[in-house]
């Protein structure tokens, strides 16, 4: 960590995840979207994607992979918010059962200052933004 009065909204999307369904054994992959609000500490880039390894690559659920990156940044880095959004095809939805091929499962997780439509908002316009 590093001490910084940095206090806008840092956005580090399409980070790629790759994990495994605990229920079905079978994998799961797409993209995080996560941001946070410093308050008086950042933290190096690469760390935030190696969150979402570090979860990721274990025996998962989407929705709890989703809760467990959210309070590891917020444990850690005591930030003003953190907000994260995950994007996955699931091969247990895709390969068995029900053999939707096109279908994406999306999950979010908020604290603190993303609590607020505003802020909350201004996140979702960012992750959806293009470069191009």
């Not at 609590?115 to 470069?131: D, G, M, V, Y």
Request: hydrophobic fraction near 40%; aromatic fraction near 8%.
């Amino acid at each position: 960590m590093f001490k910084e009065e940095y206090s806008q909204m840092v956005v580090v999307k399409d980070i790629e995840v790759y994990s495994m369904c605990e229920h079905h054994l079978l994998p799961f992959f797409g993209k995080a979207h996560i941001a946070y609000i410093p308050n008086g500490h950042i933290v190096g880039l690469s760390k935030i994607p190696r969150v979402v390894e570090a979860y990721s690559r274990r025996l998962q659920v989407q929705e709890r992979l989703t809760n467990e990156i959210r309070d590891c940044i917020q444990k850690t880095l005591a930030p003003l918010g953190v907000a994260v959004v995950i994007e996955c095809k699931h091969l247990c939805m895709s390969m068995r059962g029900i053999q939707k091929q096109n279908s994406v499962t999306t999950t979010s997780a908020f604290t603190g200052a993303f609590a607020n439509e505003r802020t909350r908002s201004e996140f979702l316009t960012l992750i959806t933004a293009s470069l191009d």
